[in-house]
């Protein structure tokens, strides 16, 4: 199973004064960037299309997980760079927005393998619902 996967920049809408226009990857690293830590996929995704621009990532605060992720980002501790999907609940509240970003970021690809001889458990299911 293959599927885009499109990522956004968030951040809290009572920090931020957006303009309508995009902005460029290198005026959003200007802010505070909330990460997950070195050791996760979608990090090493972040820095490398982070370097595509040819900037460098440096990071204000590393977590561990996408929920306190999203936390610290409504708090306003900074912008996080997050697929759409786990953001969607917090986006249509309006706790979080989402910074247009110019040129746009480009989808991510996923591939999921799984044996057609084997049944996925519930999480496995579940987690792959909330993906795709």
Not at 45 to 52: D, N, T
Not at 98 to 110: C, G, N, Q, T, Y
């Amino acid at each position: 199973m293959r599927n885009g996967v499109q990522n956004l920049s968030l951040f809290a809408p009572h920090l931020l004064r957006i303009k309508k226009q995009p902005g460029h990857p290198a005026e959003l690293l200007q802010m505070p960037m909330i990460v997950l830590s070195a050791a996760s996929g979608s990090r090493r995704y972040a820095e490398s299309l982070v370097a595509s621009y040819g900037l460098e990532l440096q990071p204000e605060t590393e977590v561990g997980g996408v929920d306190l992720l999203l936390e610290l980002t409504r708090l306003g501790f900074g912008l996080a760079l997050i697929n759409r999907r786990f953001a969607d609940k917090e986006l249509r509240a309006g706790t979080l927005i989402e910074i247009p970003v110019d040129p746009p970021l480009p989808e991510r690809r996923i591939a999921l393998v799984s044996s057609p001889k084997r049944t996925l458990p519930a999480a496995a299911e579940a987690f792959i619902k909330r993906l795709f």
